[in-house]
């Protein structure tokens, strides 16, 4: 008996295999490198949904080399620079900063209240 040959046309593999790439995350959805994301954001998703000023106090000014001007991937840390609207975070940077400083922080700790 012979074998059953169905030609498969070269542009469904392609796309097919694009698919299968994407959706097992093996091709990235965007360059990391470029995405920032508000504090809000950063704080929810990565801060254990501890207050802005939670993040500011504990991450920002106990380690000023999150800061985009000494070299950091926090840019505008305290909120207040002239020209700049919130506090925006590099977000493949801040990930990576973080997976290595973890042990550092104190993920438990309370803000003292007035």
């Known amino acids: 008996m012979g074998t059953l040959s169905i030609p498969i046309p070269d542009e469904w593999i392609d796309s ?5 790439a994407k959706k097992l995350h093996l091709v990235p959805e965007q360059d990391k490198r470029a995405r920032k994301i508000s504090l809000e954001e950063f704080r929810k998703d990565y801060c254990m ?3 802005k000023t939670w993040v500011r106090c504990i991450i ?7 800061w985009y001007q000494n070299g950091g991937w926090a840019i ?4 207040h620079e002239p020209g700049i609207r919130g506090t925006w975070i590099k ?4 990930t990576r900063w973080l997976d ?3 042990d550092e922080i104190n993920w438990h700790e309370q803000l003292a209240k007035d």
Do not use: I, M, Q
């Not at 097919?16 to 299968?20: L, Q, R």
């Not at 977000?91 to 801040?94: G, P, Q």
């Open 16 to 20: 097919a295999v694009k698919a299968a």
């Open 49 to 51: 949904n501890h207050s």
């Open 60 to 66: 920002f000014d106990r380690f000023p080399e999150t």
């Open 76 to 79: 505008n840390p305290s909120g």
């Open 91 to 94: 977000l493949d940077e801040a």
């Open 100 to 102: 290595k400083h973890d």
